[in-house]
């Protein structure tokens, strides 16, 4: 009998080009691809393009819907929405008791928030005592705000972490009147009354239009005949239900950037890097980290908020990125691009068109210098020179990689720039790409520096169509290993066909204990399962902070039709080579020095030379799951097998072995627990007894004999 073939589909919802790809869900390859305008115009907004996508990719591929067992997509609209000023009127009811009144009072009455240059969001503010609360008396505060034109209401109560009735009760009330509500407690449940209630006025602010564009889209979804899940990326990395989406759109912020990174870490296999997603005008560049994308709370309009999501920064130079020149020199190059100015790219012409260049200085916008470059052939036709086109001159951009373009043709379009400067053609592109590269560099550092990412470790990882045109000279002026993504320009959609459900759990917990700690995690590991992840591979990370006292417990999982699938188990001569080749070591040299019945722990031995007369030796560390994925990579660390009947003694003994007492200073290491292909982050975790009860919680119900290895590197925290 013939096994029925099964797919994904994963859509990313950018900002020019919505995009979709179809997978094959047993071996991830891509079958169809499909894109169209962006269809911010439409009275039905992005979720025409979002259907007209998914659509095309199944008629195209001969796709039966039935076949679809997971669809999602990536959006653009919290982002653009809130740059726009397209949010509705937010009215915010504060509550608190009489004696915590004055101080509620104006923690909850948020300011004006600039949401882009000259646009700004003004919420309107009510307060209540928590004596004066009735259903009666928040009727008559919803009914003046709604006369005053609010469409949406927060309910914020101080300590309403602790106690949800009063925001519950709110909400309810504003329901009955046809209001949409959100509870500041839905959002987040860290103290803070200020912080928290101006996430929740930005949640509401988006809520009408994107709970009308999750109705047209799952509307039509269901229409085509898909009954799989409709997932949306979330802005940390991971994706969520439309449900979800539905209460809490200002998680989906920055899920473009967050798709790319799905991407890496599923279709690539990255472990440690820093990845660029290029596109013609702007790059991002993040940090991967333990396998996973580093997070910090998003900023709006120079405000704090409650809401994950990527640490991205971005940079205006890219693909596109034009050449600017002073004299006999380069000046610069970017931040306007091809695209901004409206003109093709000269690597992407035909050698015949570029006819008897001329050097053309132009403005692309009015206020630009005038300094750009371009050329101008005998035609009349302008072309563009930019980081594409100098790649593509030095020979950098392999065939196969989209930034790949006739070098020839850039070469004949370089020839009045080469005249003009006095140096060879090749020269002009080598100098155009340092340029461009002295913008990425400073960025580059000071995330392997911030992250604590081990040079020999960290991989450049280049995503999106320009990447080819930046990553491969920046890498070898870093003297780093990178890789461009197979199907870069798509990889967004990729990642978004195979993120893992996440979900994360913050608490402010002074001093917490291990009940505590255990009790976070099950929240979190409950929350994902709720959410469609298999809970044999859902994978929790503790982060203790001790200055803020928060407690963050982040749960990433598989969708159960994914989880089915992964049943590619590499040899152990297939993983050995995988972790010799990441360690730069010859396999021979490696020994496995623990292993689950689905993961690998192996560790090289290196001898470094300091200060030309001493030798030390370090330890490199790989676990290699059983789809040939390095789950975990360091550059030294103690390793040690065990089993669940003897674990925790283990874990004691290899904490206590490899803490440091420094004075009046503790040094505590970062640990990683492994069981069967699960992997347990304690390195936000600062205190062996904590370590010993989230570990036990995770070896629990397991049988005395069943293998689990410990992974320690020694960190840099001081307690």
Not at 193 to 208: D, E, F, G, K, Q
Not at 386 to 396: M, S
Not at 660 to 674: C, E, K, L, R, W
Request: hydrophobic share 40%.
């Amino acid at each position: 009998m013939t096994q029925r073939k099964t797919c994904r589909i994963g859509i990313d919802v950018g900002g020019t080009f919505t995009k979709a790809v179809l997978i094959d869900n047993s071996t991830f390859e891509v079958i169809e691809r499909y894109s169209v305008l962006t269809t911010h115009a439409d009275p039905r907004g992005v979720a025409k393009g979002v259907i007209e996508v998914f659509s095309n990719v199944l008629q195209r591929s001969g796709t039966d819907p039935s076949d679809v067992v997971f669809l999602a997509h990536s959006t653009t609209q919290a982002t653009n929405a809130l740059l726009e000023g397209d949010v509705a009127p937010v009215g915010v009811i504060g509550m608190a008791s009489r004696v915590e009144s004055l101080l509620a009072k104006g923690q909850s009455n948020i300011k004006e928030i600039e949401l882009a240059p000259g646009r700004f969001m003004r919420p309107l503010h009510r307060f209540i005592t928590t004596e004066n609360r009735t259903e009666d008396s928040v009727r008559a505060v919803l009914e003046e705000l709604r006369a005053e034109g609010v469409e949406v209401v927060v309910a914020s109560s101080a300590f309403g972490v602790d106690d949800q009735s009063g925001e519950e009760m709110v909400m309810r009330v504003a329901t009955s009147l046809g209001m949409a509500a959100t509870g500041g407690h839905e959002i987040t449940k860290l103290y803070g009354l200020t912080t928290r209630t101006r996430t929740a006025v930005i949640n509401a602010s988006i809520l009408p239009k994107m709970i009308a564009t999750a109705n047209m889209t799952e509307a039509s979804v269901r229409e085509a005949g898909i009954a799989a899940p409709l997932m949306i990326m979330r802005g940390d990395g991971g994706v969520m239900d439309i449900q979800e989406m539905r209460r809490r759109p200002a998680v989906t912020m920055l899920s473009g950037p967050a798709a790319s990174v799905a991407g890496a870490l599923m279709y690539l296999k990255v472990s440690d890097g820093i990845y660029f997603e290029v596109g013609g005008t702007s790059t991002n560049i993040g940090v991967i980290r333990n396998g996973r994308p580093t997070v910090k709370y998003a900023r709006v309009g120079g405000h704090d908020t409650y809401v994950n999501s990527l640490d991205v920064r971005v940079i205006g130079i890219a693909g596109g990125s034009m050449v600017r020149v002073s004299g006999k020199d380069i000046a610069d190059v970017g931040p306007r691009s091809a695209h901004i100015a409206g003109l093709p790219y000269s690597a992407f012409a035909d050698p015949a068109d570029i006819e008897d260049p001329q050097l053309d200085l132009f403005r692309p916008k009015d206020g630009d210098p005038d300094d750009y470059v371009a050329i101008r052939t005998r035609s009349g036709t302008r072309y563009a020179i930019t980081n594409t086109c100098a790649a593509n001159v030095l020979g950098l951009v392999k065939e196969g990689w989209h930034a790949r373009g006739n070098a020839e043709a850039a070469r004949r379009a370089m020839m009045p720039l080469s005249e003009r400067l006095g140096v060879p053609v090749e020269e002009v592109a080598r100098r155009i790409l340092e340029k461009a590269s002295t913008k990425v560099i400073p960025v580059v550092e000071s995330l392997l520096m911030e992250y604590k990412l081990d040079r020999d470790q960290a991989m450049l990882v280049g995503e999106g169509g320009g990447a080819a045109a930046l990553i491969p000279f920046v890498a070898d002026r870093m003297k780093l290993a990178f890789k461009i993504s197979q199907d870069a320009e798509v990889i967004s959609s990729i990642g978004v066909a195979l993120a893992l459900v996440r979900e994360s759990v913050e608490r402010v917990i002074p001093n917490p204990s291990p009940e505590d700690l255990q009790r976070i995690k099950r929240e979190a590991f409950d929350a994902v399962v709720r959410l469609g992840a298999a809970p044999e591979n859902v994978e929790v990370t503790i982060e203790v902070d001790a200055q803020t006292q928060r407690v963050r417990a982040t749960a990433m999982g598989a969708s159960e039709m994914r989880a089915q699938d992964l049943l590619k188990d590499v040899s152990e001569d297939e993983a050995r080579n995988i972790a010799a080749t990441s360690m730069g070591l010859a396999p021979e040299s490696l020994r496995l020095v623990a292993a689950t019945d689905q993961m690998r722990v192996f560790q090289g031995s290196v001898e470094e030379r300091k200060w030309r007369f001493f030798k030390s030796r370090r330890s490199p560390v790989r676990a290699v799951d059983r789809e040939g994925v390095i789950r975990i990579q360091r550059s030294d660390g103690v390793v040690v097998g065990a089993n669940a009947g003897n674990g925790l003694a283990e874990l004691r003994q290899l904490w206590e072995q490899v803490t440091i007492y420094n004075g009046d200073s503790i040094i505590t290491p970062d640990m990683f627990v492994i069981s069967g292909r699960r992997v347990v982050d304690l390195s936000g975790v600062t205190a062996l007894d904590q370590a010993l009860a989230i570990g036990g919680s995770e070896l629990e119900g397991l049988a005395p004999e069943t293998p689990v290895a410990f992974i320690s590197v020694q960190g840099a925290r001081g307690i």
